[in-house]
């Protein structure tokens, strides 16, 4: 099984702020890497696709990035919708999920 | 657009099969090149992939569950449903469906992103 790690677990910043979380793969997994945000109480939804694309009607503040084992998800200026817990998720081989990163505003 | 709807018990004993259905709508389950997949999180915790089936009735299984997982299609009903038989505690979780794209064939085998997903069921696992 490929084993996802993520850093850091939460994170609080301020609005405004630049906020950037990372994601590990135990071994190559390419760009076979996609983001997901999900609010409480709700489903997780699809932000980036292939490490690095921006899903349909995502706004541009979300970027993703990375190959191969190390992966970067960003948001530029985070706002208040974005409070949520952001996964990612790898599909190099059977789907497995990060842990979770936890956002909350300062 | 394409949305999800899971529906079954909420209540399942242990030692018993939790059974599932997602409802496809606004859309063939059958069109484009889609798997349709399984995911459970247990409460407060991460995202587990359980299982996928494409309308030819392929079906891959998280090894981990396999055993206990069984995933069909109904194409006539725009449906596809999820089985976990011998059922404990640890299975107490939400359970989304989900659509699965993709436009890379990793190995040999297409693999992708889940979007849509239904709004999730919580299933207890309780005496």
């Known amino acids: 099984d490929i084993q996802m790690t993520q850093s850091p677990s939460s994170l609080s910043a301020s609005v405004g702020d630049r906020v950037t979380i990372t994601c590990q793969a135990s071994?190559?997994?390419?760009?076979?890497l996609n983001w997901y945000q999900q609010k409480p109480g709700k489903a997780p939804k699809l932000l980036i696709y292939d490490a690095s694309n921006l899903e349909t009607g995502v706004p541009s503040r979300f970027s993703g990035s990375g190959s191969g084992t190390d992966f970067t998800f960003t948001i530029s200026s985070l706002q208040p919708e974005d409070i949520a817990t952001y996964y990612c998720?790898?599909?190099?081989?059977?789907?497995?999920f990060g842990p979770g990163t936890k956002v909350d505003i300062k | 657009q394409v949305q999800l709807q899971e529906s079954g018990p909420g209540l399942v004993k242990p030692s018993q099969t939790l059974s599932l259905t997602c409802t496809v709508s606004?859309?063939?389950?059958?069109?484009?090149?889609?798997?349709w997949s399984w995911i459970r999180q247990p409460a407060g915790k991460g995202l587990e992939w359980i299982g996928r089936?494409?309308?030819?009735?392929?079906?891959n299984y998280n090894p981990s569950l396999k055993s206990r997982v069984t995933i069909s299609v109904d194409t006539s009903k725009n449906q596809f449903s999820l089985k976990l038989s011998s059922v404990t505690a640890a299975d107490t979780a939400v359970y989304y469906c989900?659509?699965?794209?993709?436009?890379?064939?990793?190995?040999?085998?297409?693999?992708?992103?889940?979007?849509?997903w239904g709004q999730g069921t919580l299933v207890t696992v309780s005496s």
């Open positions: 998720q790898q599909y190099d081989n059977l789907p497995t």
């Open positions: 071994q190559d997994i390419s760009n076979y």
């Open positions: 989900a659509r699965e794209g993709w436009i890379t064939m990793v190995r040999g085998v297409p693999w992708g992103w889940f979007d849509p």
């Open positions: 089936i494409y309308t030819s009735g392929s079906t």
């Open positions: 606004g859309g063939s389950i059958s069109s484009g090149s889609y798997y």
